[in-house]
Structures are given as C-alpha cells and as structure tokens.
C-alpha cells in the first residue's frame, strides 16, 4: 500500500443543538477530516476530532492542522506501507498530538480493509455484528429540559444514559433523574472538574446507584484517582487520563478506576486503542467507546472498533439525527433499539458523501 496522495480539509458543522459540559458549550464543530489515496486512488477516510479551543484536551484545530501539515503528512506521503501498525512507529518520534495522529492512522486503516476488501471492523479483529450504545446528555440551564431530554432517549432505546455533571450541577440533577427514572442504567460524567476536596460531593453520588462516574479529576491524577476510587462504591471510569497504552497499564496497576472510555483520537489512533483493548481484555476491565461530537466519519471508525469483544459497555455512538441535520456518510448512522449494526462493506462500510463533504469545507489542502 503506497499513500500516494493525502487530502486535509478543514471543517465547519453545526450541530442541530448546543452541547455543554463542564468545560464549556459548543454548537459549531471546527475539525479535520483527512483522506489518503493509493496509487490506484482509492480513498481511506480519517477524522481528526479536534474543537476550536483546547479545553478537553490541549490541541485544537488550528494547533492540529499545523501538526498535520508541518510534520506528519510529510512522514507519511509516498510511504509504502505493508500494515498500518507502522503508522504508529513512523509518529512515534513526535510526542504526543494523539488527535492528528489519530486522524491519518484511521484514513491508513480505512485504505488498508478496502484495499483487502475487509471491513474495517473485521480488519481490527472485532466479531460484534451490533454494538449497544448509550447516549451522552448535556448539562441543561433547566432540569425540566434534561427531564424530557433523558425521556426522549430513554423511549428511542438508548441502553444507558450518561448525564454531564459539574460542581453546582451535581447531586440535585442526579437526584431528580433518578427520582423520575429509577431503573434507568444511568452515569456522570465530570470531565474534570472536581478535585479531592470535592470528596464528599462526589461521595454523595454512591446513593444513586450509578454505572460509574467519569474522569472527576483532571487528567495527569492518576494517583488522586486511586485514592478517590477507595472512597467510593461507584465505579471510576477514565477519559481524559487515558493517553496511551502506558496510562491505561498504569491506571489499572494504581486503581485508578475499574473502567476505562476509549477515544481512538485521545490516544493516537487504532493501533494503540487496539492494544489497550487487549490490555483491558487480559486484565479483566471494563470499557466502552467514548465520542467526540463526530461526524460520520469519526462515528464510523468509533463504531469498527467497538465490534471488538472487550468493548463490555454501551458507548457514547448515538444517530447521526442526534447531531446533525444530514451527516456526511450514506447511509446514516443508525442506532435502533439500543443497537447500531455493524457494517460489513469494505473499509468504514458508509459512503462518503463528498459533495455534502465539501458545503462544510473552509478550507482543502492537497499533497501529492
Ligand atoms: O456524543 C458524543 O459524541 C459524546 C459527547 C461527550 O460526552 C463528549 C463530547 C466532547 C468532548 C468530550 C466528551 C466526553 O466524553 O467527555
Ligand atoms: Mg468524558
């Protein structure tokens, strides 16, 4: 497989409504989608799942593309590739900017099972033929608004429903979902806000029979993690600390938490969220697939790797309709009953619709 070719365009979608969290509230996704070519101009497709401000995590758009374009396109155009596997050796030397790593390393994959004539799942080992998925609630102004929204979710078959808590928003919210549904599998999600002083906050939550609650403590607090892990009864479960395989074998050797959320962008592309599939697999941890507010793109490479048989929880992977008016893959992303079915065409197995592709495109950048 030679990459004779590598497209970048950067992108601008807006999603049908705000999103908050505790770091903040976006409507506009500003990202980067990535296409490398063979030499028989075959397309393998890649998202880079970048924001315009580096608040879940240090790079940002603007900080990607430059990434992209300065350093890594040029390491891998005109590379002849046996396995995808080598993406990751050819980054390594540059540290960190897992998010535009990851965007390349998943179009190689993508070129990779189309080019064998496998699906990206099947490329990547995964046997599922239906992956369950949840569905991640923003933090709402009104608690009526998240009432009816955890409703709404709940009748389309979400199997579990995460709720985005920060310090103020916590334990009522929680309370009053539960009160209202109390049977739903339910979680939180902190992204980082609190820190061992909020101990008794976050103590409070164990009263609601949770699933788990995620990344409370900023990423880098591995061993905060495990002393706070002792204190609750409600499981940890790790985003933001999770940057690699290293993180996650440390993690599970502190206790840092009994489940981890994979992103393939948080750590570098599906080469390493492969391995820490297989780490999570031999160590008997839980986990399940995050999301980063994709496009279709993004939600297709999410939904490949979570056919892999360790991927135990439902992820983060909801509709299409969830986000946007009309996607950029055909067919849609669909999640019916709880369940998204695993396509079996070659590669991503969705259609990129170019032409849609191109209404949200500011910006197109050709290497040959
Ligand atoms: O629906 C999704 O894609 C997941 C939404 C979500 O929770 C999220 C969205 C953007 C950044 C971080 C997170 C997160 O999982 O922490
Ligand atoms: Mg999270």
Redesign the pocket.
């Known amino acids: 497989m030679k990459i004779d070719e590598i497209n970048l365009y950067k992108m601008n979608m807006k999603m049908k409504n705000p999103?908050t969290?505790s770091?903040g509230t976006?409507q506009e996704r500003l990202f980067i989608l990535v296409e490398v070519k063979n030499e028989e101009g075959i397309s393998g497709w890649g998202e880079c799942?970048t924001?315009e401000l580096p608040l879940?995590i240090e790079e940002f758009t603007d900080s990607s593309w430059l990434m992209l374009e300065k350093f890594l396109v040029p390491l891998l155009l005109k590379k002849e590739l046996d396995h995808p596997d080598e993406v990751h050796e050819l980054f390594r030397p540059y540290k960190r900017n897992h998010l535009a790593k990851s965007a390349l390393d998943g179009a190689v994959w993508d070129l990779y099972a189309k080019t064998n004539g496998i699906s990206l799942a099947e490329a990547l080992g995964g046997e599922k033929r239906a992956i369950d998925v949840g569905?991640?609630l923003?933090i709402k102004d009104d608690i009526e608004d998240l009432l009816s929204e955890v409703k709404e979710k709940t009748e389309e078959g979400y199997k579990r429903i995460?709720i985005?808590i920060k310090p103020g928003k916590d334990v009522e919210v929680v309370r009053q979902v539960r009160e209202r549904f109390p049977d739903i599998p339910l979680m939180v999600?902190a992204?980082s806000a609190y820190t061992l002083d909020d101990i008794d906050v976050l103590k409070e939550l164990d009263q609601f029979n949770l699933m788990m609650i995620?990344?409370p403590l900023t990423a880098g607090d591995l061993i905060d993690h495990a002393k706070l892990q002792k204190h609750l009864e409600t499981a940890i479960c790790l985003?933001?600390s999770i940057h690699s395989y290293e993180d996650a074998r440390q993690a599970i050797e502190l206790g840092s938490g009994r489940i981890i959320?994979m992103?393939v962008g948080r750590v570098g592309g599906l080469t390493e969220a492969k391995k820490i599939h297989d780490l999570c697999q031999r160590e008997n941890i839980d986990m399940w697939c995050?999301?980063?507010?994709?496009s279709g793109i993004g939600?297709a490479h999410n939904i490949a790797i979570t056919a892999l048989a360790n991927f135990t929880l439902p992820g983060?992977?909801?509709s299409s309709s969830?986000?946007w008016e009309k996607d950029i893959i055909k067919p849609e992303v669909v999640a019916a009953g709880g369940q998204v079915q695993v396509p079996d065409g070659p590669g991503i197995g969705y259609e990129v619709d170019v032409e849609e592709l191109l209404k949200h495109a500011v910006e197109k950048k050709q290497f040959v």
């Open positions: 999103f969290t770091f976006q799942v924001a879940y569905v991640s923003g995460k985005k999600d992204n995620e990344q985003d933001e959320n992103k995050g999301g980063m507010l994709e939600r983060d992977t909801a969830r986000y």
